[in-house]
C-alpha cells in the first residue's frame, strides 16, 4: 500500500478480535519505527509490553482507579467492572516511556520524536492488519500505574498503546484541509 493511502485510512481502533499478536513481530515493527528524526541522538526512548496474563495486573489497577473515581458506592464495582472488563480484552499494551531530560529544549525534541515513533509505528501496525489507539489516560500518572510498568523517576509514559487486530474500525472523521489552516509569507 502506498504512504499516502496508509495514512489516509489508519484509524484509532477500540475494539478487538479475541486473538494474540505476535511478539516478533512487534519487535520488528518498532525496530522500524524508531528511524525518526532525534536532535543530538538522545534516543530517550523504551517500550514495555504487556500481553497475556500481564494484562490482569494492569485491568485490576484501572478497576481499582475507576472505582475510587466513582461517588456513588453502589455503581462503583459496575463502574470498575466495566474498566478492567476494557482493560482485559486488549491483546496487547506497548507502554512508550521517555526519559525526560532537564533542559527545556532538548525535552521538547524528545517528545517531538517519541510521538513521531508512536504514529510511525501506528502506520507499521496498520499495515500489517493491526490497528491501535493511542491512550494518555490519567492512569499514566497513577504510581500504581508507572509501578506496573517500570516506570521510574524521570521518565515520562508518553503514552499507552492498545493493540490488536481490529474487530471494528471506525469510519473516518473529516478533516480541514491544510489550504484552510496555510499562511505562506512570501515578502520581506
Not at 111 to 140: D, K, R
Amino acid at each position: 500500500m502506498e504512504l499516502a493511502q496508509l495514512i489516509r485510512d489508519r484509524r484509532s481502533v477500540h475494539q478487538f478480535e479475541d486473538r494474540p499478536v505476535s511478539l516478533d513481530l512487534v519487535k520488528e515493527l518498532l525496530d522500524t519505527a524508531v528511524w525518526v528524526p532525534n536532535h543530538k541522538m538522545t534516543q530517550p526512548w523504551r517500550f514495555v509490553i504487556v500481553q497475556g496474563e500481564g494484562r490482569e495486573r494492569l485491568a485490576n489497577i484501572a478497576r481499582a482507579g475507576a472505582e475510587k473515581r466513582e461517588k456513588d458506592p453502589e455503581k462503583s464495582q459496575e463502574f470498575g467492572q466495566k474498566f478492567y472488563n476494557r482493560f482485559i480484552s486488549v491483546p496487547m499494551f506497548v507502554a512508550v516511556v521517555m526519559t525526560e531530560n532537564t533542559h527545556p529544549v532538548v525535552w521538547e525534541e524528545d517528545y517531538a520524536s517519541t510521538s513521531c515513533i508512536i504514529h510511525n509505528f501506528s502506520l507499521l501496525a496498520w499495515e500489517q492488519g493491526l490497528g491501535l489507539v493511542w491512550e494518555t489516560y490519567p492512569l499514566l500518572h497513577s504510581p500504581e500505574f508507572r509501578e506496573a510498568l517500570g516506570v521510574k523517576p524521570g521518565e515520562k509514559l508518553i503514552g499507552s498503546l492498545h493493540l490488536g487486530y481490529p474487530a471494528k474500525v471506525p469510519t473516518a472523521q473529516s478533516r480541514i484541509p491544510a489550504a484552510e489552516l496555510l499562511t505562506v509569507i512570501d515578502r520581506a
